[in-house]
């Protein structure tokens, strides 16, 4: 049978409350009752509740990367990079393929604390309105409903480019974006940087 609080609370000779509070990683507790508190947990093999602290703190501990098409050249490197941050701070990701055809009406209500959404246009949209916490990865700019991480296109193109430039090389190779609108927007610092 698995441990509870009371029997690590019994052992180290302390209050639920201050098991809770060193199992929780609250600052207030002395050095002695920590090492106490911490040598019962390793003795009983205590491992909090997932249930209970999803009931107490209202969070799952669960984000969705919601990805246009999991085919895209970037996607696993997002992927990987989002599922490292997010353990980092307790979180698991559940990746999600959100497909723009489907529109408004074919995006599922998730059971998550908060959605990355790499995919702009309905997909975003219909996210955006059912509520909770969202954030966009990358596109167009948000009209304000929610945050936004977008990557400086431009910026990175001229810097590119000048640094080409300044190792000697007078002949850049351009690589060629995926999208009209991204190779516009990213060739111009390469020209300005060559004249």
């Known amino acids: 049978m698995a441990s509870t609080l009371k029997d690590v609370a019994r052992l180290a000779g302390v209050s639920v409350k201050t098991v809770s509070n060193v199992v929780n990683g609250y600052p207030h507790v002395s050095a002695d009752v920590r090492r106490r508190v911490e040598a019962a947990v390793a003795?009983?093999?205590?491992?909090?509740?997932?249930?209970?602290?999803t009931l107490r703190t209202g969070r799952i501990g669960v984000l969705a990367l919601v990805l246009p098409d999991t085919d895209l050249?970037?996607?696993?490197?997002?992927?990987?990079?989002?599922?490292?941050?997010?353990?980092?701070?307790g979180y698991r990701i559940v990746v999600e393929r959100g497909p723009e055809?489907?529109?408004?009406?074919?995006?599922?209500?998730?059971?998550?604390?908060?959605?990355?959404?790499?995919?702009p246009g309905e997909t975003a949209r219909?996210?955006?309105?059912?509520?909770?916490?969202v954030v966009l990865i990358g596109g167009a700019r948000s009209n304000g409903s929610c945050d936004q991480v977008r990557v400086d296109?431009?910026?990175?193109?001229?810097?590119a480019t000048a640094h080409l430039l300044r190792?000697?090389?007078?002949?850049p190779l351009l690589p060629m974006a995926q999208t009209y609108h991204t190779v516009r927007k990213s060739s111009q610092p390469?020209?300005?940087?060559l004249l």
């Open 43 to 53: 003795e009983l093999g205590y491992r909090p509740n997932a249930f209970a602290r």
């Open 73 to 89: 050249p970037y996607a696993d490197d997002l992927t990987r990079e989002v599922v490292y941050a997010a353990g980092r701070r």
């Open 101 to 119: 055809e489907e529109g408004p009406g074919g995006t599922r209500p998730m059971p998550v604390d908060g959605v990355l959404v790499g995919a």
């Open 126 to 133: 219909a996210l955006t309105s059912a509520g909770g916490p």
């Open 153 to 159: 296109v431009a910026g990175a193109a001229e810097d």
């Open 167 to 171: 190792t000697g090389r007078r002949s």
């Open 190 to 193: 390469f020209v300005y940087c």
